[in-house]
């Protein structure tokens, strides 16, 4: 039993329907809307006005919050936080890769790509959170930094103008396009070599190491930090990366994001698959190669599961024909934890 199968209002989830839409922001409405109701509880979850701490002045601060008493005794700005504004730093790491861009082509598959369907999550997510008056940010990564927006209490708008630079990036995907030659590659049986320096694992592919290291040097303030993305790489280059996001007491979390043409492999006709990042084809068999294949994608998912448990991320595979309740109740759960040991 999934969560979105027995939580009333989760039907406006279907990422199916919400791709119909195409206002982000509307979408995002929509989503946070019927799942709070579906939970019956407050869209204000996280509202306070319990006082919580002074912090020093930064310009484009809000002048009304100054402690004019404050400055009176110290002739020096300080500004009033109170308990909900300083719950969560939220910063989500999305991958913009073309990988991302895949869309199922067969029956079985997804009617939405990859990356539509992480801009659709993480717009909710960013709603979500800033209804909470938590600091929202975005990061979008290729092989670099594409777009950082860093979290901020007046940054909402600013990360749904970059997903929807982003959304409509991924919305279209060249003819006869296959999953990407990750799948190929692993289906052959031809795994990257994992003695191989990191930058020869994924050559002309997603790299998680660069961006991840410079992302750490920006997120300075203690913060969820979700990273979504297909990972199509080594799982110990994954976590090698997201260890440089570790410090400072970040809370981790991995969306595992894949079509189910990727998980089940459904094809039947013989024909050339293409690596949507490199522009490689592959002559193939599906009906050969289908249980190689599903047993290799198994294996990967149990280690990046495996890793994750070990260095205490959260992790969770989805599924892009699925409604998305289950990506908002694994980030409703990692912000309940990081709320209570803040």
Not at 34 to 46: A, E, M, N, T
Not at 51 to 59: G, I, L, Q, W
Not at 252 to 260: E, G
Request: aromatic share 10%.
């Amino acid at each position: 039993m999934t969560p979105h199968a027995i939580v009333p209002g989760t039907e406006f989830l279907d990422p199916a329907i919400l791709s119909r839409i195409g206002n982000l922001e509307f979408v995002a409405k929509v989503v946070v809307e019927g799942f709070i109701s579906g939970l019956h509880r407050s869209p204000h979850l996280g509202s306070s006005t319990d006082f919580a701490e002074h912090r020093p002045y930064m310009p484009g601060d809000d002048i009304r919050r100054i402690d004019w008493r404050l400055f009176a005794r110290t002739d020096r700005f300080y500004v009033k936080e109170f308990e909900a504004e300083t719950n969560t730093n939220f910063l989500v790491i999305l991958d913009v890769s073309p990988s991302m861009r895949y869309k199922g082509t067969s029956e079985t598959g997804s009617r939405v790509s990859k990356l539509e369907y992480a801009c659709f999550l993480t717009a909710a997510l960013a709603y979500f959170s800033s209804g909470q008056r938590d600091r929202v940010g975005l990061a979008t990564f290729d092989k670099d930094i594409v777009d950082y927006i860093p979290p901020s209490a007046r940054h909402l708008q600013q990360v749904l103008y970059a997903l929807d630079r982003a959304y409509r990036a991924g919305a279209t995907r060249g003819p006869g396009e296959q999953p990407p030659a990750e799948v190929t590659r692993e289906a052959s049986g031809r795994t990257p070599d994992p003695d191989a320096p990191l930058d020869q694992q994924a050559t002309g592919r997603t790299m998680l190491l660069e961006p991840l290291r410079k992302l750490s040097d920006a997120v300075r303030r203690r913060s969820i930090v979700l990273l979504i993305s297909d990972l199509y790489q080594d799982p110990r280059v994954v976590f090698d990366a997201v260890d440089h996001l570790r410090g400072r007491g970040n809370d981790l979390i991995c969306f595992h994001v894949l079509d189910r043409d990727e998980i089940e492999f459904p094809f039947t006709e013989a024909g050339s698959f293409i690596d949507v990042e490199t522009g490689a084809r592959m002559p193939l068999v599906p009906s050969y190669l289908r249980t190689q294949y599903k047993a290799l994608v198994q294996e990967h998912t149990e280690q990046l599961q495996r890793l994750a448990r070990e260095r205490k991320v959260d992790y969770a595979r989805f599924d892009t024909s699925q409604p998305i309740a289950g990506a908002l109740f694994a980030y409703l759960g990692a912000r309940e934890r990081f709320t209570r040991v803040r």
